[in-house]
């Protein structure tokens, strides 16, 4: 590897080939003379069968892997996993966990995980969890973890340790980690918890503190990027369609019936574009990227009829944040309040949309059944499936290693298949959406055959502004 360039206190190291390495902080670049030890994994018998089980200094993962002859080699991220040599002595180790923001499947797997890791592998101790999110650090009291206490936590959904928004007050947070002689903080939440993670790690730098910080990225809507996806978003896909499958059994019972189901997705429209493609029975689904109108050629109202007349049925699925602009233009003030964790309080869509079908079809003097499912809390509250136990197992994993490892100020994802430490700006910068000029769009609307729902008289700069993400599957 060639020369590391500070940009702001990032860590970037440029080498041949138009390679770029977005690496993460480690304890040596403040601690030169921090001393390290043996990783007690060498004496694992869990590790005793596996050819290498240290990770190289030197590998890395880049973020795309579709590239073309002449293309630079790209950015990269440094690939997660075990080292030799460790930072921390099991028995000098006092580490906490934290859960913060809204529920998710498989929260208490990756709390699971992270004890057991640190417990197994690592032989620590102490480990304590901070009850009730970000606030518990200053305002309520600490839950001590152990192998009994985590046991079976995987069995159910939520979280054992609470969670609450907002109430971080950085000062606070970092006098309890100070106070309490904490020195590995593991933080389990979305992007405003990862933007939360980030600010308390600048404050224990400043303050010179042997304290590492890491981030399992928390997100049911998928909406975190650079990651291939977040731990609970397989679960909410597969919930999601038990809520789609009984809009189809009461949508073909009656005569002209709408079965209209609203998912989770304030910005990303990942949950209901995947539960979609995996249901095969919706004729229609609307998520925030793509715009859509109600009235005139080429509306939704337009292709409800259409569709009811071929079929006698229908089914809709509709993200949260989904035309939201139609609903404050009809309203006489859009609503500007705000929840704890800062995300503008969205007016309810399916509710309001429900409305306006059923007064267009009384207007036409029409027959209508209309069968509104909102599945929201039931989603998050169940326990992670298989595949997302799988994936909060090795996130947690991960995340320990690094930490072990020195390293700080990172969050742990999976990019191209890979775990890799990436940093906490990479998190925080931008939020993932689906891009509706990607073949993954594309194959939904050739699922449903619905129209695109593009005004004519608007420029397609206009229907598609803003950058956007996409998954990696």
């Known amino acids: 590897m060639a020369s590391s360039v500070s940009n702001s206190d990032r860590k970037i190291v440029n080498g041949p080939a138009g390679y770029v390495l977005e690496d993460v902080p480690h304890f040596s670049d403040y601690f030169p003379d921090h001393p390290t030890y043996p990783n007690p994994l060498q004496d694992n018998a869990a590790y005793s069968v596996v050819k290498q089980y240290f990770v190289d200094e030197d590998d890395t993962v880049p973020q795309k892997i579709v590239v073309h002859p002449d293309s630079p080699r790209g950015t990269h991220f440094r690939r997660a996993g075990p080292r030799q040599r460790v930072y921390f002595e099991s028995d000098d180790v006092l580490a906490c966990i934290v859960t913060c923001g809204g529920l998710c499947p498989g929260l208490n797997t990756v709390i699971r995980e992270i004890v057991c890791g640190l417990s197994y592998m690592y032989g620590v101790k102490r480990i304590l969890g901070i009850d009730g999110g970000y606030r518990g650090f200053y305002a309520r009291n600490v839950i001590h973890l152990d192998l009994k206490t985590v046991n079976d936590i995987h069995r159910s959904g939520g979280t054992i340790l609470g969670t609450s928004r907002g109430g971080h007050d950085t000062t606070k947070i970092v006098d309890s980690i100070q106070d309490r002689g904490i020195n590995q903080v593991y933080i389990i939440g979305g992007d405003g918890s990862q933007k939360g993670a980030a600010v308390i790690f600048d404050e224990i730098r400043r303050r010179g503190l042997k304290v590492a910080v890491a981030g399992i990225p928390k997100t049911i809507d998928n909406d975190i990027p650079i990651i291939d996806r977040s731990f609970g978003f397989d679960t909410a896909v597969e919930e999601a369609q038990r809520a789609i499958n009984a809009a189809h059994v009461e949508a073909t019972s009656f005569e002209n019936c709408i ?117 929201t809390y039931m989603i998050r509250a169940v326990p992670g499936n298989a595949s997302d136990n799988v994936c909060c197992t090795l996130l947690a994993q991960s995340a320990v290693h690094g930490v072990m490892a020195g390293y700080n100020g990172f969050t742990v994802g999976l990019v191209n298949g890979r775990h890799t430490y990436i940093p906490f700006y990479r998190i925080t910068e931008k939020q993932n959406k689906v891009v509706i000029t990607d073949r993954m769009w594309a194959r939904l609307l050739s699922s449903t055959n619905q129209p695109s729902f593009m005004r004519h008289d608007k420029s397609d700069s206009n229907q598609l502004a803003g950058e956007a993400g996409t998954m990696k599957w």
């Not at 998912?263 to 949950?271: D, E, N, P, V």
């Not at 500007?336 to 399916?350: C, F, P, V």
Request: charged content about 25%; some cysteine; glycine content about 10%.
């Open 259 to 375: 079965g209209l189901v609203k998912l989770m997705g304030r910005y990303s429209g990942f949950i209901a574009m995947y539960a979609t493609l995996a249901s095969r029975d919706v004729d229609c689904c609307l998520i925030p990227e793509s715009p859509f109108f109600l009235e005139g050629p080429g509306g939704l109202f337009e292709f409800i009829e259409k569709r009811l007349k071929e079929n006698g049925h229908m089914v809709i699925v509709i993200a949260e944040g989904a035309g939201q602009d139609l609903l404050s233009e009809s309203a006489e003030q859009s609503t500007t309040l705000k929840d704890a964790s800062g995300n503008k309080l969205l007016q309810d869509i399916g509710l309001w949309i429900s409305q306006r079908i059923k007064d267009h079809f009384t207007k036409k003097k029409m027959t209508l059944n209309l069968k509104y499912i909102d599945p």
